[in-house]
């Protein structure tokens, strides 16, 4: 009865029976067992010679097919509307020459070519592309910053508000908020260099009179700059 049962159990986990009863009889033991680390497999799966290859999984049914992914072709909706959300390759930073007279650590904004520049020591210049002011809302002057915020809230002004009924009268700071990043506050006016969730509207004039910067370059520039750094706006 014993051999019976040994001879079952052998032939489960797949020894030849032939070959155990042969080496039985010669008086040799068979390959050891070892348990499989993965104990949630059926007890029988656990069980297996010392270096017998462990068997394949069972897969049950066929894998669930996933949809192919469609790149948008040139000249396609979607490949335009890229192309629109990119930002002009000239806007992006860059070092220029500076022969001005303004001293370094000066912000000066050219809001007709769009550019604002942080003079540097050397003649040179840090140049970034910014959006600026809509028709109607273009200023210039000379203020100083006079406070700088990370992810900065937003409080539309009542003017703003009038204008547009359907704006709120707060959002907190975060990816979703207009200001962006971050924010440099102009002396006592409504005014901002900040961030922008919208980078494609760099390069253009689209703002209430805010300069408005990529999310990236602003926090670069609010990491070179301190308040009391003055700022010309031409």
Known sequence: MKLYMSLALVALIGLP???VLAEGSRGINPP???LSPN????????????????PAPMVVGEPVAQPPVRLASAGSPQAAAAVRRQVAPQFLPAVVDYTGPHKPGTIIIDTNARYLYLVEQNGVARRYGVGVGKPGFEWAGAHKVTRKAE??????????????????TF??????????????????TLYRIHGSN??????????????????EDVTDLYE??????????M
């Not at 919208?198 to 910067?213: D, F, K, L, N, T």
């Open 17 to 19: 029976v032939p070959q």
């Open 198 to 215: 919208e980078p494609w509207s760099i390069g253009h004039a689209v703002s209430s009179g805010c300069i408005r910067m990529r999310n």
């Open 32 to 34: 050891p067992l070892v």
């Open 151 to 168: 992810w900065p809230d937003w409080r539309p002004p009542a003017e703003m508000r009038k204008r547009r009924p359907d704006l709120p």
């Open 171 to 188: 959002m907190a700071g975060g990816p979703n908020n207009p200001l962006g990043a971050r924010a440099l506050y102009l002396g006592s």
């Open 39 to 54: 104990l949630a497999e059926p007890w029988l799966l656990q069980l297996r010679p010392e270096g017998q290859p462990r």
């Open 224 to 233: 070179r700059v301190g308040v009391g750094t003055k700022v010309i706006v």
